[in-house]
């Protein structure tokens, strides 16, 4: 290849490598995740990143739209690639309607594409992290889903989290009693700001938008105490929102029940904006970590594949922003322990021992070591730099001596202790305990 | 929604939807292979599903550049989907040279994208599953990448393969002495065709290009015998090819030594056709499944990242065709016990025990078994069908009567075998005998 012809390796503005460090705890994660979801009968399910652009993006033309990546097939097909993991869902769900059994409990953790603005850490391609219950209604469903929001972040390490929850019918139901519910666009807008621009800035924004009845919204989003507390609070405040007040009172029974009502507490400012949501809304925040927002978002909806079938198809489901979480969680030093590659080296000092070498591996392997064979006929210093660049905490040398006395030195590269064995079974079983 | 609005529910030509059991034995095919990688301290990477056209298909314009999805994208770049993972790779050691340490051994199993014919079971999107040692040239690695290749397929399941074998290097001195350097490529794609087009028609197309020296090759193509009987006559065949036979001689002396020569034969007639590779190449077939083709092959190549960078980076790795293994393993019978979704239903016969209901769901998943508790105040017949509908093999039956009394119900619904229990501990155990 001659130099002129050559390509400087480079990435896309807003597209990132993963490096393995990094490709590892993602892996990790998602693999914790998905086996909490499994442990409630979840099933995975997946579907391709192209698909028609009018299947993802309907006739219509928001301001998402602007964001896809879209263009023409080689058979001249308006083609996109997916943007979010609910659009492929309610597509999936209307084609594969009576294929499936309902209610239909699914994940599916991919990849989607936003050509977004760049600044702020936000990336062109990140991983969706969606499971939800579909073609049920029930408040069953709405706990379940919350039960699992919690099972699942104390599976993946998250030692402090507080999940916030309201149920959308509230302040519906409130707007009308105002007489606002043509304003309700606008005045979900600017409670979801609330965290953004503050309690004031809403008041006033809200002021000049439906003057001396922002007093009674304020109040709304105001109301605080414990949980039972607060539903008296709104049944007071909002008598119409018999129904779904008493919803959200059933689902606090069960998290009462189950005895973790302390991990949920009931946000009345919690709307998730412009979503199409029409029941319970939550969102997840780490009281340590603020800054990083909510980590684990969702809700309710009426009618999912609206676009596609005649079926009304309800349901319930959560996403995990796993990027924040992963930041979060690295911030914490939680992560630590979630470190790729070899937990142990061999050297492969003697290329006259050539076989010998592979045949500790394969015990090590077989005994639950995850261990490589480093490059043949190095000096000892070489080997010792290569573990440490891999951080490899455990070595074995062995050379002529050791196998004409059949015996294995195990080298523990952190505190620099040295010990040597005769039976391969025991000195894994050493290293198996000093890693856990 | 109104109707005429609504859009039809479907995929691209040559896209699939995976329903929720081959989507689970997909991911679990995936978390085998990867835990097998792990063993040997390979580690994760990833890449962006888009980069740069020119990152990817260089500056010239092959036969495979009329299969990538490629366009333009809203900041007017020359954007491409990846076509394979190992120019991504390349180009990701090129970008990370500094930042890795070689020998790099890393796995990748993600989608790529090809615009290609979908006749006879091609599809447009697929996975690869690509493993590689990268920044080492010895034999061990070849040997290493050949004894991994047989961990991962025995830990998949796969119970009867043969791996073969043989080196570039050793024909291309064969052509050298024949001196048919010039046809090399041509010679090569022949002897590729043998699978498809059989030994008469090969001899046929060689005889037309190189004339009388065919025999030479055709006898090269034939030999066969124990792996130590084709090395002996490969050296009087071709004695100069001394440096890549000696080279598969360590690699077999390695598989002799680790007894486990029987899955793998040398083949001369293997080249991998027009692939980049210059050492040993190697194919893995199915002796019961022979019209599967390949389901694991590769080899070793002299310079990966050529296009990126002028460090020469040596290595050697291999692919397993998901697509077609998950096929030959279903058609085998062999991924029957690979079920998503729960193990066990608690049916929620009566509303007022809702908490009940859940509260033993909890415990049982505590104790490992996948649980659902299936929606509230049904008949019991409906029960049995949703069950049955989601192949669930087990099910908690609780009422007033089961609950004044604290017993649980315990109904095995393939045997209909029914018991009765004060522990749910006890049960869950006598739960997950009967399901391992």
């Known amino acids: ?255 009462q029940a189950m005895d973790i009502e302390d991990t949920f507490s009931i946000n009345t400012s919690i709307t998730r904006g412009l979503d199409y949501y029409t029941g319970i809304v939550f969102e997840t925040f780490l009281p340590d970590l603020p800054e990083y927002g909510s980590v684990c978002s969702g809700g309710r909806y009426n009618n999912l594949a609206g676009l596609y079938t005649k079926t009304p198809i309800p349901g319930v489901g959560a996403a995990i922003g796993l990027d924040r979480l992963i930041a979060a969680l690295n911030e914490k030093g939680l992560l630590k322990d979630l470190k790729p590659g070899a937990e142990l080296a061999v050297f492969a000092l003697d290329p006259e021992y050539a076989a010998e070498y592979q045949k500790i591996a394969d015990t090590l392997r077989k005994s639950g070591v995850k261990t490589e064979v480093l490059p043949m006929g190095k000096k000892m210093q070489w080997y010792f730099k290569q573990a440490e660049k891999k951080s490899i905490s455990h070595a074995i040398i062995c050379g002529a001596n050791e196998f004409s006395s059949q015996t294995y030195q195990l080298k523990n590269l952190i505190n620099r202790e040295t010990s040597e064995y005769k039976d391969l079974q025991e000195l894994s079983q050493v290293v198996l305990q000093e890693l856990r």
């Open 1 to 255: 290849m001659r130099i002129e012809n050559m390509i400087q390796p480079r990435l896309l503005k807003g597209f990132r490598d993963a490096l393995p460090n990094e490709a590892y705890v993602r892996e990790q994660i998602i693999v914790r995740l998905k086996q909490s979801l499994s442990s409630f009968g979840f099933v995975p399910i997946d579907t391709p990143v192209l698909e028609y652009t009018e299947v993802l993006l309907g006739k219509g033309g928001g301001e998402t739209d602007k964001q896809v990546y879209r263009f023409q097939d080689h058979g001249n097909r308006d083609v996109s690639m997916r943007f979010d993991l609910t659009v492929p869902l309610a597509r999936f769900v209307a084609q594969h309607e009576h294929e499936l059994s309902f209610p239909f409990r699914r994940y599916h953790m991919e990849k989607v594409w936003r050509g977004e603005n760049t600044q702020k850490g936000r990336y062109r391609e990140f991983i969706q992290s969606d499971f939800d219950i579909v073609g049920d209604d029930s408040s069953q469903s709405d706990f379940e889903i919350l039960l699992l929001m919690k099972t699942a972040l104390e599976e993946i390490g998250v030692d402090n989290f507080s999940i916030q929850f309201n149920h959308r019918g509230i302040l519906n139901e409130l707007l009308k009693q105002l007489e606002l519910g043509q304003y309700e666009v606008e005045i979900l807008r600017l409670i979801d700001k609330l965290g953004k621009i503050g309690r004031e800035k809403v008041k006033d924004e809200l002021t000049e938008l439906i003057g001396a009845r922002t007093e009674a919204i304020i109040q709304f989003i105001d109301v605080e105490g414990t949980n039972l507390e607060i539903l008296s609070e709104l049944e007071k405040l909002v008598p119409q929102a018999e129904e779904p007040i008493s919803r959200v009172r059933s689902i606090l029974s069960l998290l």
